[in-house]
């Protein structure tokens, strides 16, 4: 089975900053198989990036996302008061298939 | 508009049962991967069932043989039975639509299953 280890656990920033959060994977995952998700409290999670970087439907072009093989970055290029959520990935695999990391919580500092 | 909204959940004895539903609209399920993909309190995300546009099941080995995931066509809706339900299976259920199979573009607001004494 794939492990996805997301980190940090938690990252404490303000309003306007970058945030980069990192999602590695145990064994190598096709860049098509990568997903990142937003998950604010008492919501279902969102879409926000497929195929490790193609933006889902409506979302802002201040997320990216990046990476290949085993490493893969999420990226926010200036947080706005509605991002401040828990941010997961997720990878397919035809041996270990829909697994997700353990998240990463951004916070306002 | 794509929705999907479950329902089904609540407080269940060990050992008990529950049949979680999922009601699509917007789209048809019978055209879709549909999975069911739970979340813990405080936890993680974990998936659980899915089944394929095809009719095929698969499961999550920690639910494998209690777990039984379903649909009807005429309806437009996606049911989990559980069986054999344990104090870890208290979750957060949703249910989620897949997009080009690996990922997952629509889901419910869930259904909160508790299995307690």
């Not at chain 1, 900053?17 to 409290?41: D, F, G, H, I």
């Not at chain 1, 008061?81 to 951004?106: H, I, L, N």
């Not at chain 2, 060990?14 to 936890?43: D, E, H, I």
């Amino acid at each position: 089975e794939i492990v996805l280890t997301q980190s940090p656990g938690t990252l404490s920033l303000s309003p306007g900053e970058r945030a980069t959060l990192s999602c590695r994977a145990s064994q190598s995952v096709s860049s098509n198989y990568l997903a990142w998700y937003q998950q604010k409290p008492g919501q279902a999670p969102r879409l926000l990036i497929y195929g490790a970087s193609s933006r889902a439907t409506g979302i802002p072009d201040r997320f990216s996302g990046s990476g290949s093989g085993t490493d893969f970055t999420l990226t926010i290029s200036r947080l706005e008061p509605e991002d401040f959520a828990v941010y997961y990935c997720q990878q397919y695999g035809y041996s270990s298939p829909w697994t997700f990391g353990q998240g990463t919580k951004v916070e306002i500092k | 508009e794509v929705q999907v909204v479950e329902s089904g959940g609540g407080l269940i004895q060990p050992g008990g049962s529950l049949r979680l539903s999922c009601v699509a609209s917007g789209f048809t399920v019978r055209s879709n991967y549909m999975s069911w993909v739970r979340q813990a309190p405080g936890k993680g995300l974990e998936w659980v069932s899915v089944i394929y546009s095809g009719g095929g099941t698969y499961y999550a080995d920690s639910v494998k043989g209690r777990f039984t995931i379903s649909r009807d066509n005429s309806k437009n809706t996606v049911y989990l039975q559980m069986n054999s339900l344990r104090a870890e299976d208290t979750a957060m259920y949703y249910c989620a639509r897949h997009i080009n199979q690996w990922y997952f573009d629509y889901w419910g607001q869930g259904t909160l299953v508790i299995v307690s004494s």
